[in-house]
């Protein structure tokens, strides 16, 4: 696998934890909303054929 999609998919997992995170009880609202910007910003452009052929995501249901 190209490093590019490992960057995109450990990224997405990142983001993936910090939102189960932020559903636990006594989770710490300071992190979370200064980690969560920061990883969305350097989530990179998906790499050719992670969306199916005609995916938009500026579109309403992506196609």
């Known amino acids: 696998m190209c490093e590019h999609?490992?960057?995109f998919h450990r990224t997405?997992?990142?983001?993936?934890?910090l939102?189960?995170?932020?559903?636990?009880?006594?989770?710490?609202d300071v992190f979370i909303d200064t980690?969560?910007?920061s990883l969305a910003a350097s989530l990179p452009e998906p790499?050719?054929?992670?969306f199916p052929p005609g995916?938009?995501?500026n579109y309403p249901g992506g196609l």
């Not at 939102?19 to 710490?28: Q, S």
């Open 47 to 50: 790499a050719p054929g992670v």
């Open 5 to 7: 999609i490992e960057d």
């Open 35 to 37: 980690i969560g910007p």
């Open 55 to 57: 995916y938009d995501p």
């Open 19 to 28: 939102a189960l995170y932020a559903e636990m009880p006594g989770a710490d």
């Open 12 to 17: 997405v997992l990142m983001l993936g934890a």
